[in-house]
């Protein structure tokens, strides 16, 4: 019978940790009370001992919010970039140049292709079996 994912809730997880490191029973006697597989018995106990330092002031919890006002004037300045990139004034000199120049070698002009091809005439160039 397969037995359904149980998610442990923060309390229980320190219980079970804290009663590990006492070290008072073993593994496998842990593991039967308070029916947690003994490899988790240990990961918690491994978590416990890393973060033990941070209880007692170890590092700084992350900042919650970022500052908005940093964040509307950098909003601004991309906002002002996009709109320069994509201004005539922009577009119209050095850039059109370069894209008209890559649409010339990427895509062939109607003049470059054979009348016969152009649309893909299946008359004309492929030899049907028969």
Known sequence: MKRTRRNHGVAFKAQVAL???????????????F?????????WKQQLLARAADVFGGSPPPAGTPDLKTLHAKIGQL??????????????GVLSEFKLRLSRVFLPLASDVPPDNFFGNPNRGHKVPG
């Open 19 to 33: 009663a590990a490191v006492k070290g008072d029973r073993t593994l496998a006697e842990l593991a039967e009370q």
């Open 35 to 43: 029916q947690v597989h003994p490899t988790q018995i240990t990961d």
């Open 79 to 92: 906002t002002l970039e996009n709109d320069f990139i994509d201004s005539p004034a922009f577009t119209g």
